[in-house]
């Protein structure tokens, strides 16, 4: 069975710091997607990589998938009040059957 | 783009009563379409998957059943709700390309008294 690990699983900091969240996996996946989620609304994707080593930006936000296209990172510059949510992402694997495996999330919070 | 309509938003209903989900999708044809349940503040965790009429995939053994009587509605079920039932409930729809990203409904939160 695929999946994915999502570390970490909560973070709370204060706005202005600098963050990470992780997505890792032993298996190798065919594209990568991260959405965010807030509460009582569904997830909205954010980004899709696909190529290994891929690195895409979304203003404060740094998304980089894998050079072995089994991992991917989000990096948030700068934290602002209002990136406060839920953190998932989810793979497609290669012999893909139209099931995306998700991660756990991570509860993000961030303080004025 | 796609937009995923789903009703109700909020949902009490008593043990052993029954339960219908609708789900309708604008904006696109031949979806493939997603129930998914969500712990609060957790990832999802995925119930059934359609990729065309009639044809419902069930990824977790449970109460619960879907059907996909047209291309563009997707219905959740349950003939007797159980406690274990409640929490929130995702309807996704996604093209069939690898890389085709999943659009959420606003989702139905259920609580089973």
């Known amino acids: 069975t695929q999946l994915l690990e999502q570390s970490p699983q909560f973070l709370s900091i204060q706005e202005g710091e600098n963050l990470t969240v992780y997505c890792n996996s032993s298996?190798?996946?065919?594209?990568l997607q991260w959405y965010r989620q807030e509460p009582g609304e569904g997830p909205v994707l954010l980004v899709t990589?696909?190529?290994?080593?891929e690195v895409k930006k979304l203003k404060r936000l740094t998304f980089q998938f894998g050079d072995a296209r089994k991992d991917s990172s989000l990096h948030i510059t700068a934290a602002q009040p209002g990136d406060t949510g839920l953190y998932l992402c989810?793979?497609?694997?290669?012999?893909?059957?139209?099931?995306?495996?998700f991660g756990q999330g991570t509860t993000l919070q961030v303080k004025p | 783009s796609q937009t995923i309509h789903q009703w109700p938003a909020t949902l009490v209903q008593p043990v052993g009563s029954p339960l219908s989900l609708e789900c309708t999708v604008e904006?696109?044809?031949?979806?493939?379409l997603y129930w998914y349940r969500q712990a609060a503040g957790r990832g999802l965790q995925l119930l059934f998957y359609?990729?065309?009429?009639?044809?419902i995939s069930s990824e977790v053994p449970q109460n619960l059943s879907a059907s996909r009587p047209q291309d563009r509605q997707f219905i959740l079920s349950s003939k007797k709700l159980l406690l274990s039932d409640s929490g929130f409930y995702l309807c996704?729809?996604?093209?069939?390309?690898?890389?085709?990203?999943?659009?959420f409904g606003n989702g139905t939160r259920l609580t089973v008294t």
């Open positions: 996704a729809s996604r093209g069939p390309s690898y890389n085709s990203p999943l659009h």
């Open positions: 990589v696909v190529t290994g080593g």
């Open positions: 298996s190798v996946f065919s594209s």
């Open positions: 989810a793979g497609a694997p290669f012999l893909f059957t139209g099931k995306l495996i």
């Open positions: 359609s990729v065309g009429i009639g044809q």
């Open positions: 904006g696109t044809s031949n979806p493939n």
